[in-house]
């Protein structure tokens, strides 16, 4: 059964999305903001840069949004719909 991409994303998908929103992040960096390990947080950034969410600046370990994922960060009501399924555990990085 197909989902709606926003009830693809878990919890730990949109909070990296969050933290690399302004001027970027690297793994390294969000791991120790969310206070998991650096291999989960290298699996998040992998999973995020594969659905073209993610990008990494040149010559540089540092990731930043795509204009896809900046577009939908800015889209209110994408945000609510992926926030509320992550909640309420509808959100799977699984899928998608």
Known sequence: MDQPFAHTLSFDDLEVLVLVENGGATPREV???LGM???ESKAL???LLRRGLLTC???STT????????SL???EAFSAAAFAAALTGAGSKDQG
């Open 31 to 33: 791991a120790d903001s």
């Open 63 to 70: 990731f930043v949004l795509t204009p896809l994922a900046r």
């Open 45 to 47: 950034f992998y999973d």
């Open 73 to 75: 960060r800015n889209d």
């Open 37 to 39: 390990d650096l291999e």
């Open 57 to 59: 600046q040149e010559e």
